[in-house]
Nanobody, 121 residues
Framework: QVQLVESGGGLVQPGGSLRLSCTAS????????MRWYRQAPGKQRDSVAA???????NYADSVKGRFTISRDNAKNTVYLQTNSLKPEDTAVYYC???????????????WGQGTQVTVSS
């Protein structure tokens, strides 16, 4: 019913930048909060950043000042600009969104398939 597709991951040197994108498609009536999570090998999935439908944002302490979340509601897309990347930022990055379908009354939470970010020299 709804697909979230991430893109923009890759291999980058420490100090570098990547811009991740996540686009939702399907029978969408409205998208509420959108979020980015990440999961490193052998670790739990952690919240990175979140943005509400009226652009209120919050960040994990570990990425404040380096990452910026934004969204384009016309394109059903959320972005994560990642700057000053560190090896410890290496993880699979997932997007997540609360979406109300045209045929539904209440929103549900959907996940993307993830995009790998590797920070290494």
């Amino acid at each position: 019913q709804v697909q979230l597709v991430e893109s923009g991951g890759g291999l980058v040197q420490p100090g570098g930048s990547l811009r991740l994108s996540c686009t939702a498609s399907g029978s969408i009536f409205r998208i509420y909060d959108m979020r980015w999570y990440r999961q490193a090998p052998g670790k739990q999935r952690d919240s990175v950043a979140a943005i509400t439908s009226d652009n209120n944002v919050n960040y994990a302490d570990s990425v404040k000042g380096r990452f910026t979340i934004s969204r384009d509601n016309a394109k059903n897309t959320v972005y994560l600009q990642t700057n000053s990347l560190k090896p410890e930022d290496t993880a699979v990055y997932y997007c997540n969104a609360d979406v109300r379908l045209r045929e539904s009354i209440y929103p549900q939470t959907y996940w993307g398939q993830g995009t790998q970010v590797t920070v290494s020299s």
